[in-house]
């Protein structure tokens, strides 16, 4: 399946729209669209919308994961919106939902 990554580019809240299946293969595309948000003068927020993802393995959740640590830097805020239940439970079980997911339940 092919990777789509769609950003709307506002600064005040930048969001990367992304539908089909992240893995090795792909990944790259998925980081390029986080870093074009980043790339929005004076971005204040960015969100990622896995809606439409229906597989993510742990090289997509280590893009996820660096780009929560370059929003830190940046000092802006980094959330991941909407994933498919099975994309929550792979986050989940390497214990990053609490650091990406917006709304991430409290352990």
């Known amino acids: 399946m092919e990777l789509d990554v769609t950003v709307t580019l ?15 293969s792909n990944a790259d595309v998925l980081r390029n669209g986080i870093d074009d948000a980043f790339g929005v003068p004076q971005v ?11 597989y993510i393995d742990s090289t997509g959740i280590g893009v996820l994961v660096g780009a929560k640590h370059k ?9 991941v919106i909407k994933p498919q239940d099975n994309v929550a439970r792979i986050m989940s079980l390497l214990g990053v939902d ?3 997911l917006h709304d991430a339940p409290e352990k």
């Open 10 to 24: 506002d600064p005040q809240e930048t969001f990367v729209y992304v539908t089909g299946e992240v893995d090795v």
């Open 44 to 54: 204040r927020s960015v969100g990622v919308d896995l809606s439409e993802v229906p």
């Open 71 to 79: 929003a830190d830097e940046l000092g802006c805020e980094f959330k």
């Open 98 to 100: 609490a650091i990406v």
